[in-house]
């Protein structure tokens, strides 16, 4: 295929460990059949042979790919990062992390579809990209600096250059390090910030000036003012909502005083982001999870705010710290570790401040003693609260149980079994990209019939009703194939629901994606040829967790507590999960995805129509095709 409109043609490649830059065709990793994001990173990871190497290892790709979607004005702006994740527990996993940011389209600006990065630096770097002249750079000057710091500095060398940076978490290889381009625009999970410590590499630096090359602009013209006139550019509720702290109340009514203005991805008219300026602790902007110390600060908002600040110029993954805060304050009420042995002279959620003290010193306090040992790697929960929890004890570990599902990652919308049996399938947490099944099908059975899913009422007002096992499996098929293709699109989760875009019969979201693809690329993706595109990416990921890291069904599962009792709290199930019926579920589940029911194998029937003979042929090589 030559590639001529969406994508720019090239993948640039570097050797950390040689100083080698080379260029290769992005035609290589046939983009057609995996578009970009998640489908190119997984492409280009099974061509190196799914390494099974640890995250830390130079032979370990830290991929960054952007989608053909990427560069246009709209809210496709997003980015992912791929590769050998230190995050995912007990063993570490092939996985995928997105952001958004100005740097996706910066790169697509300076001409490339992705990057791969390779060996390890044997003294801090960073990466410059200025269209094609690329460099490896040294970066003993902003070694040591926070992300703020970092952008701050690179920024002020390389006027209009978007930054993605490591903080002090990354470079001390915390497997709960995140990588940042400018404020909460962050890969979170995952802890690929780690990944470019291990490397020694710092930063990449972007510098586009070219633009994206459209197959069939007066099309696509139209299409967009269609949509426009449609109304289907307008702000809603899902990107309205994060504009302001989500855990609400006193901390919500008090950061109103602060907000300045929304903020968000380049070039997205939702801007979903909220920006802010908290006297004597700084400027940001925050969304869902950065929100995470305000949960536990009793409604002091500017406690709430350092929490985010400090973890994001840090580098530290909001998710897991959420997961973290909760874990700490329950682990201390009941004596399952001391405040010592997690690094921490007091807890704000249980202590009173020390004589002479404010409560927000206290907060001070607190956050800088356990934020800073994570970054400097001398925390316990440096190595992420799973592992951390393992080695407190059992007593510890059991707490952990209740805030986990088994694979690393906090729990995280789960009110469903449509949902549980989403994660069950996954290698990550799955909802930065399945918000289909929580923001639509749970709440609008019309919609869900429309698209053919026969489950939609678990849900009333945000309420879960009952568990569903019957035909659930419909749902999750259709969910993780409408993840694939977003995640490789790349298309923001927030602007991509099966409610926009609805006007049936002749707009929905499946034929919104197929017709902007089309009019951009000049190629012909009917919604059956689109939705295929995204069942190969899916399978081409199972084939790598079989091979890599031998997945077979008895991992799709969760841990043995959602089973034997009702847990997670306001984002749980109303039950537990009847382990005969999800078992059940799982059968009907492959067997729609065309899998080996025994262990959850794709076939070389399924394989060879999806055009993946090569996959199925390798497959059958290892003994382990379905």
């Not at 972007?206 to 003012?225: M, Q, T, W, Y």
């Not at 809603?236 to 968000?264: C, D, F």
């Amino acid at each position: 295929m030559a590639v001529s409109y969406g994508w720019t043609g090239k993948i640039l490649w570097v050797d950390l460990s040689r100083n080698k830059i080379t260029k290769v065709a992005t035609s290589d990793y046939e983009p057609e059949k995996y578009l970009g994001g998640v489908g190119l990173n997984s492409k280009i990871f099974w061509k190196l042979g799914s390494p099974k190497v640890d995250a830390f290892s130079p032979d370990n790709p830290l991929l960054i790919s952007v989608g053909p979607l990427t560069g246009l004005n709209g809210s496709v702006n997003r980015g992912e990062v791929g590769g050998i994740a230190p995050q995912s527990y007990p063993n570490e996993s092939f996985t995928y992390s997105g952001f958004g940011g100005k740097f996706p389209s910066a790169l697509k600006y300076a001409g490339y579809d992705g990057i791969v990065i390779l060996g390890k630096s044997s003294k801090p770097v960073y990466l410059l990209i200025e269209d094609d002249k690329v460099s490896i750079q040294d970066a003993k000057d902003v070694w040591g600096l926070d992300t703020f710091e970092t952008q701050q500095r690179l920024r002020s060398a390389y006027p209009q250059a978007s930054v993605f940076t490591i903080g002090p978490a990354g470079e001390n290889l915390s497997r709960i390090a995140i990588i940042l381009n400018e404020t909460s625009s962050a890969s979170g999970q995952g802890g690929f910030g780690a990944v470019m410590g291990s490397k020694k590499l710092k930063a990449i630096v972007v510098r586009g000036s070219g633009s994206v090359k459209i197959a069939k602009p007066d099309v696509l013209e139209k299409f967009i003012n269609d949509r426009k006139a449609d109304g289907d550019w307008k702000i809603n509720y899902n990107q309205l909502w994060a504009r302001t702290p989500s855990v609400g109340g006193a901390i919500a009514t008090e950061m109103k005083n602060y907000y300045k203005k929304p903020g968000g991805c380049f070039g997205c008219p939702f801007q979903c982001q909220g920006f802010y300026d908290v006297p004597n602790i700084g400027k940001g902007v925050q969304m869902c999870t950065d929100d995470w110390y305000g949960y536990f600060t009793s409604g002091n908002a500017p406690a709430h705010w350092e929490g985010n600040i400090l973890s994001q110029k840090l580098g530290i993954n909001n998710a897991d710290l959420l997961c973290l805060i909760g874990f700490i304050s329950t682990g201390i009420r009941l004596n399952q570790f001391t405040r010592a042995m997690i690094g921490v002279s007091s807890v704000p959620q249980i202590d009173k401040p020390k004589p002479g003290q404010s409560e927000l010193d206290a907060h001070h306090q607190f956050l800088t003693e356990l934020l800073g040992g994570i970054a400097n790697g001398t925390s316990i929960f440096s190595q992420g609260v799973a592992r951390a929890a393992k080695q407190l004890g059992n007593n510890a570990w059991s707490t952990y149980e209740k805030y986990s599902t088994g694979s690393g990652y906090r729990v995280h919308h789960i009110e469903s079994i449509n949902a549980a049996l989403l994660w069950a399938m996954d290698s990550r947490d799955p909802f930065n990209s399945s918000h289909d099944t929580y923001f639509t099908f749970g709440t609008s059975p019309g919609i869900a019939t429309h698209f053919g899913i026969p489950v939609s009422s678990y849900i009333a007002n945000g309420v879960g009703i009952k568990n569903i096992y019957d035909q659930t499996e419909i749902e999750t098929s259709w969910v993780q194939i409408h993840q694939s293709l977003k995640n490789s699109l790349t298309i923001c989760e927030y602007a991509s629901l099966p409610s926009q875009f609805y006007h049936p019969p002749s707009m929905d979201v499946q034929i919104f994606e197929s017709q902007l693809l089309s009019a951009v690329t000049g190629i012909d993706y009917s919604v059956p040829t689109l939705w295929q595109t995204g069942e190969r990416i899916l399978n081409l990921r199972r084939t790598i967790m079989i091979l890599r890291e031998d997945r077979t069904r008895v991992d799709d599962t969760l841990n043995h507590l959602w089973f034997e009792q009702k847990v997670g709290g306001a984002e749980g199930l109303v039950a537990a999960i009847d382990k005969t019926k999800f078992e059940a579920l799982k059968d009907r589940y492959y067997q729609l995805r065309g899998w080996n029911v025994t262990n959850g194998w794709p076939t070389r029937e399924k394989l060879q129509e999806l055009g993946l003979k090569d996959v199925a042929d390798k497959l059958a090589g290892a003994k382990k095709l379905g």
